[in-house]
């Protein structure tokens, strides 16, 4: 049983014109998590977040809030991709625990050595693999669970708008992001999915679009489709933009012709579905703050989010290539028990 009247983990945000309209309503209620500092380059963006908590210290750097005077212990970070893996290395040699947006670093081989970075730091480093968190997802799993015996099917539909409008905090209102970052993602939220429902992955097969440019897409059709192999099923993913305002996000699990769908759209016509979406960021903020204070064991771990990139980059891989990529993309290490570790060549496994 958790520990009870615990107190309240210290906590930066860093990133916050991607983490505030993300995670700013779940910290705004979260009573496990005390806000006491942000962290953006962007002035106007860390004012923004600071405004909506309780008086935070402002950072402008990763150097400048290690250097602060409030307690932190934990960071949740939400920076750009491409700058997310350099500070989050930079907070686990202060010994920081850190809940992260995936990817966690933007190449797998960097992901891998974070992980074992934080392995031997002693801290936590885990992915915001939040559908972990949503009631139907575990009840796909726990229906999965029950019938390995047969050929099963998970299923994602992933319709993303090109005209975004859908901040929940009405301070911050993110452009549309690079569909590179898009497609990715919400892969790799899928492929966290497929695992829970599916176990781990052997191989995968995709055809992803290419843009031209590395503009954001809107007002262009992009998909992504990958077809991936796991040790009890077959996942497929299809993942592309779509004109409006609106998210479709849907799961099906198919088996020997049973079928169970959930929706889990941050819009739909019934339901309140914003208010789920909210309530699963609240859970995973509440089980992070457990997991640091030691009263639960972590269920979700940063092998689990090299796992789920490894699977992205075998995607792009065989879109790239044409082929079918088997994995782990590179050698197991058996002491360590987790894939993803880089070996002297770059040069994949292919079946």
């Not at 309503?25 to 962290?39: D, E, G, I, P, S």
């Not at 480093?125 to 998970?154: G, H, S, V, Y």
């Not at 905090?169 to 429902?197: F, H, K, N, Y």
């Not at 609106?246 to 739909?268: A, F, M």
Request: aromatic share 4%; net charge negative; hydrophobic share 40%.
């Amino acid at each position: 049983m958790a520990a009870e009247a615990a107190a309240p983990v210290s906590v930066a945000l860093v990133g916050c014109a991607t983490g505030w309209p993300l995670w700013g309503a779940a910290l705004r209620v979260n009573r496990a998590l005390n806000v006491t500092a942000v962290m953006d380059g962007d002035d106007f963006a860390a004012r923004t977040a600071a405004r909506g908590l309780r008086k935070p210290a402002i950072h402008h750097t990763v150097t400048d809030l290690l250097a602060g005077d409030k307690p932190v212990s934990a960071a949740l970070v939400a920076l750009p991709p491409a700058e997310r893996g350099v500070a989050i290395a930079r907070l686990i040699e202060r010994g920081m625990h850190v809940l992260a947006e995936a990817p966690i670093a933007a190449t797998l081989g960097e992901a891998e050595a974070l992980c074992r970075d934080a392995e031997a730091q002693g801290v936590l480093l885990m992915p915001a693999f939040t559908r972990r968190f949503e009631p139907d997802i575990n009840e796909l799993a726990a229906m999965a669970r029950e019938d390995r015996a047969r050929e099963q099917q998970a299923r994602c539909e992933w319709w993303l708008p090109t005209d975004r409008d859908r901040d929940t905090t009405g301070d911050l209102q993110p452009e549309w992001p690079d569909w590179r970052d898009v497609w990715r993602s919400a892969a790799l939220q899928a492929a966290d999915v497929g695992r829970m429902l599916l176990g781990d992955a052997e191989s995968v097969s995709a055809d992803l679009d290419e843009p031209k440019d590395s503009g954001p897409g809107k007002g262009r059709s992009m998909q992504a489709h990958l077809i991936v192999r796991h040790r009890h099923g077959t996942g497929v993913q299809h993942i592309g933009t779509t004109p409006g305002v609106h998210t479709l996000e849907r799961y099906t699990l198919v088996c020997q012709g049973s079928r169970l769908q959930i929706d889990i759209s941050p819009w739909r016509d019934t339901g309140d579905a914003e208010g789920e979406a909210l309530e699963r960021h609240t859970r995973m903020l509440t089980h992070f703050a457990a997991a640091v204070s030691g009263a639960e064991t972590a269920e979700v771990t940063c092998r689990d989010a090299v796992a789920a990139q490894e699977i992205v980059e075998a995607a792009r891989i065989s879109s790239r290539d044409h082929i079918k990529t088997a994995l782990p993309l590179f050698p197991i290490d058996p002491a360590r028990g987790g894939g993803g570790q880089e070996a002297e060549t770059d040069e994949p496994a292919r079946i």
